[in-house]
């Protein structure tokens, strides 16, 4: 009924920057919280960063100061830039949010995941 589709991982040296994107499609009536979370081999999956419908914020503290989450509500996307990315930042990227549907139904969606690499 609803999905979401990530866009902008890739490999990047250390100290440079990658922007990610994701998009939530479907019968969407209203999306409320959106975030991104990664999970690096061998570890559990974390949270990176998180926004809500309002714009309230909240960021790991692995992250703050380098990495800014946002969103357009209109376009149902929410985006990551990432700069000062250090190698410790590798891992798959995941997308999420949670979406109320034109039913009334309520999903905990997440994307497929991207991967983003740091190394020179």
């Known amino acids: 009924q609803v999905q979401l589709v990530e866009s902008g991982g890739g490999l990047v040296q250390p100290g440079g920057s990658l922007r990610l994107s994701c998009a939530a499609s479907g019968r969407i009536f209203r999306v409320d919280v959106m975030g991104w979370y990664r999970q690096a081999p061998g570890k559990q999956r974390e949270m990176v960063a998180t926004?809500?419908?309002?714009?309230?914020?909240n960021c790991a503290d692995s992250v703050k100061g380098r990495f800014t989450i946002s969103r357009d509500n209109a376009k149902n996307t929410v985006s990551l830039q990432m700069n000062s990315l250090k190698p410790e930042d590798t891992a798959v990227y995941y997308c999420?949010?949670?979406?109320?549907?034109?039913?009334?139904?309520?999903?905990?969606?997440w994307g497929q995941g991207t991967q983003v690499t740091v190394s020179s």
């Open positions: 999420n949010a949670v979406i109320l549907t034109m039913s009334t139904q309520s999903f905990n969606s």
């Open positions: 926004i809500t419908r309002g714009g309230n914020t």
